[in-house]
């Protein structure tokens, strides 16, 4: 296998963006990538766009047509990867996967999700999909609903508090103001959260994160090339991904996400590392509980004591090891099939010292998890800076 | 909820009202809702059906207030997670309760109820629920 190196990256801002189309979003991100690449289109040899559910959310299926369509990239292969609320990070991967394989040298992955074109109701529907629909869905569950299930049993085992869930909200959302591309500008306090009404007990709207609208996109390109062509490329040093059971009733345990502890043990053992090494993480915190669960599950904290954790302002940004420095999916919003791919232009950003007033200081390795559903898909991503061209 | 067609409804009947599962003859594991493989054995096992337990203990629960489609008159309402006396988990509501018995390891069983109801054109869907056993 071939190393892989990011060596351009783009974003939109996240947000409601009712005067912007799909295509407007992910041709934005896209354009942007290419710029910030220093290539042409043409160079691009093959592309994979995570999207989970446009189908529902704009009447549009065939998103890897479309993608390349509307960049001007035809003809190319052009594939679309749905891996649920995991889209982009898989997308990542099979890109990750196509150039280190040699099959290409030069590759784009786009993340794309437009969320506000419908009623909450069916946006309900269709983030539903993620779960099993026939023994979930059928009986009224929600998203919120298997995560608060999680939550509730975190809290039984090892006495996480409401309190402390608050707390990982309220810190995303601190970081968030320090990013002019994420969807919240503002910050909110415990006091907030605990008051703004339970969505499925003992999560509360401010618990979840929001319904976005984004895209984001990456150049990946063979190392030795990238060192001639870019001048900071992201070495992408190691990305596993795993499955579990798609019903939350069937995993041995509510309080772990075991696809998370199976990722995160195959990147520790091919590359050597020690969650100690890790400077900063985009974790999948499309609920506070999942910050939690993550953040034990990764290693970085003993399993148990990620509410203590977060309270004590372990995850803080330049604590002891800052989660979520872009203000992750709570503060910088989740438009799903975009998230996976954010997470990783976030890691460039860090990597490259570029991240403006919420830069991780003396950044060296930095890791993306991004989960499908209740945790049925996980892939995990570990990126570092090296030399590029002088 | 999605627009169920009647043929996804009728095949779900011996399932949804009776706890109809099957159970690995070859590593003596049971599932609900049963499976086409044994996904411990795979070639190697062997399937036979099973009826569920009805009884069993609550492992975690969550009182929902914001309700998908089919559910709205239902709010709020509690769901769980439930291991039967022979150790398979299932999600279902909890009804016919006071709010503070609900708790984890409350003691269930199984009884049948309306599950969904979207509108007047499309079928009520039926299935088990389970209540609180004092
Ligand atoms: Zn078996």
New interface residues.
């Given amino acids: 296998m071939r190393s892989v190196s990011i060596i351009g990256a783009g974003i939109t801002k996240f947000g409601e963006h009712w005067e912007r189309s799909f295509r407007e979003l992910v041709v934005e991100a896209g354009i942007k990538a290419l710029q910030d690449a220093g290539i042409e289109g043409k160079q691009i040899q093959a592309l994979y766009g995570g999207c989970m559910a446009s189908g529902m959310f704009i009447g549009q299926e065939h998103i890897g047509a479309l993608i390349a369509d509307q960049l001007g990239l035809n003809p190319i292969p052009s594939t679309r990867v749905e891996a649920a609320c995991a889209s982009g990070g898989v997308a990542l991967r099979n890109a990750y996967l196509a150039v280190a394989s040699g099959a290409y040298d030069i590759v784009a992955v786009g993340g794309v999700e437009k969320m506000t074109e419908v009623s909450t ?1 069916i946006a ?2 269709a983030l ?1 999909g993620a779960g099993d ?10 998203f ?2 298997l995560y ?3 939550a ?2 975190h809290m ?1 085992e090892y006495g996480t508090t409401e309190d402390q869930l608050a707390m990982v909200s309220v810190k995303n959302h601190k970081n968030a103001c320090l990013n002019p591309y994420a969807q919240f500008q503002k910050e909110i306090s415990v006091e907030d959260v605990l008051n703004s ?7 509360k709207l401010l618990d979840c994160s929001p319904i976005t609208d984004g895209a984001a996109a990456l150049i990946l390109c063979e190392t030795n090339l990238a060192r001639k062509i870019c001048e900071r490329p992201v070495e992408v040093v190691a990305s596993a991904q795993a499955s579990d059971s798609l ?4 995993r041995k345990s ?1 309080t772990e996400l075991r696809a998370t502890k199976i990722a995160a043990r195959e990147i520790y053992e091919k590359t050597g590392l020690k969650p100690k090494d890790i400077s900063f993480a985009e974790v999948h915190d499309c609920f506070t509980i999942a910050e939690i669960l993550a953040i034990e599950d990764l290693g970085f904290f003993e399993k148990g004591y990620g509410g203590k954790a977060t309270e004590k302002g372990l995850t803080a940004l330049n604590s002891e090891i800052s989660i979520n420095p872009s203000g992750g999916l709570k503060g910088k919003g989740h438009p799903v099939g975009a998230t996976g791919v954010a997470q990783a232009v976030e890691a460039y950003l860090q990597l490259r010292g570029a991240a403006g007033k919420r830069q991780v200081k003396d950044a060296s390795f930095g890791l993306t998890h991004n989960v499908g559903g209740s945790g049925a898909t996980v892939v995990i991503h570990v990126f570092k800076a090296i030399e590029g061209k002088r | 909820m999605s627009n169920y067609a009647l043929p996804l409804i009728w095949r779900k009947f011996p399932e949804r009202y009776n706890l109809l599962g099957n159970k690995c003859t070859n590593c003596g594991r049971s599932y609900f809702p049963s499976r086409k493989i044994c996904p411990n054995c795979r070639r190697k096992g062997h399937l036979i059906e099973e009826v569920m337990p009805k009884e069993g203990k609550i492992i975690s629960f969550t009182k929902v207030f914001s309700a998908p489609e089919g559910f709205e008159e239902e709010v709020p309402y509690f769901l769980a997670i439930i291991e039967l006396i022979n150790g398979v988990r299932l999600l279902a509501q909890i009804v016919d309760n006071e709010d503070h018995k609900v708790l984890i390891g409350a003691k269930v069983k199984m009884v049948f109820r309306k599950i969904s109801e979207k509108d007047e054109e499309s079928p009520i869907a039926y299935g088990y629920k389970f209540k609180i056993v004092e």
């Fill in positions: 109701t309900t529907q539903g629909e026939e023994t979930e869905l059928f009986f009224g569950a929600t919120p609903a608060a299930l999680m509730r049993r039984e009404g339970y969505v499925a007990s003992p999560l019903a939350l009733a069937n509510l």
